[in-house]
């Protein structure tokens, strides 16, 4: 009997340590199925807020972009082609502007009227002297040498001595400006005005005048304008200087005026 007790001893203490080992590994792979296993989806309905913070998660963000940048994006490479094409084509409006009016202007130019001034070649004695008492004068024309009439507004004309030419100021100084608007019929091609006269503008005597520009101590000096408008309405103007150049004695060859002085005296406009 006691025998028979001490087997059954034997035998339990024996096999319980393979139950519990057995047990444990049942426990362990349970605990692995249940780590590597999904994870539980909440099944519980989502409210609008937390909607909005999943989109607003996964939205990308936004970094600022450079001014510059988005002005030249490629989006708005049309807008910049139509600003291209606009400047262009004002480009070339003031271009065909331009050479248009230069057209028109020459064009004004070629038909436009031109005065030259056609003169005496000596001096004359002035028929109209107080008393009988001669002085000299200087005589002139003007004849239109262009292609439409010339409308006379104006003239002025003086006769000088002049110790030396360079004693002549650089701009000419008009002292009577004759308006003849009223006076002047319109000048046509090729015509010829009337002639016109400017008495000498001196204190000496015909005869001491005489003795002393063809002295060399002085010379005479005739300078004057005739100003104009063409049938456009534009204003012209011609100048002209002369001086007298003499010889000791009268002689009709070589006695005669040249054009002279400051180029302000003798242009045309």
Request: charged share 20%; hydrophobic share 40%.
């Amino acid at each position: 009997m006691t025998v028979v007790l001490v087997l059954m001893l034997i035998f339990q203490s024996s096999s319980s340590p393979r139950i519990d080992k057995a047990t444990q590994a049942q426990v362990v792979k349970s605990q692995t199925k249940r780590d590597n296993a999904p994870p539980r989806v909440n099944s519980e309905p989502q409210t609008d807020v937390d909607t909005r913070r999943a989109e607003a998660l996964a939205l990308p963000t936004k970094t600022a972009m450079n001014p510059w940048d988005k002005a030249f994006a490629p989006e708005t490479w049309s807008n910049w082609a139509l600003v291209f094409v606009g400047i262009t084509a004002s480009l070339i409006a003031f271009w065909t502007l331009a050479t248009i009016q230069q057209q028109t202007t020459a064009l004004m130019n070629a038909d436009r009227p031109l005065l030259l001034i056609m003169w005496e070649n000596f001096v004359h004695l002035n028929p109209k002297a107080p008393g009988g008492i001669l002085s000299h004068c200087f005589n002139w024309r003007f004849k239109n040498t262009g292609k439409s009439p010339a409308f006379i507004q104006a003239v002025s004309c003086r006769f000088v001595p002049v110790e030396k030419m360079g004693d002549l100021s650089k701009n000419p100084r008009y002292i009577v400006v004759d308006d003849v608007r009223d006076e002047m019929e319109p000048l046509l091609p090729g015509e010829i005005s009337e002639q016109l006269s400017a008495v000498i503008e001196s204190g000496y005597s015909f005869e001491e005048l005489e003795s002393k520009h063809r002295g060399r101590e002085c010379s005479l000096y005739a300078y004057g304008f005739v100003r104009y408008k063409d049938f456009h309405g534009r204003g012209h103007e011609t100048r002209f200087g002369v001086v007298y150049g003499s010889r000791p004695t009268p002689q009709r060859a070589y006695d005669r005026f040249k054009l002279a002085g400051p180029a302000a005296y003798n242009r045309y406009t």
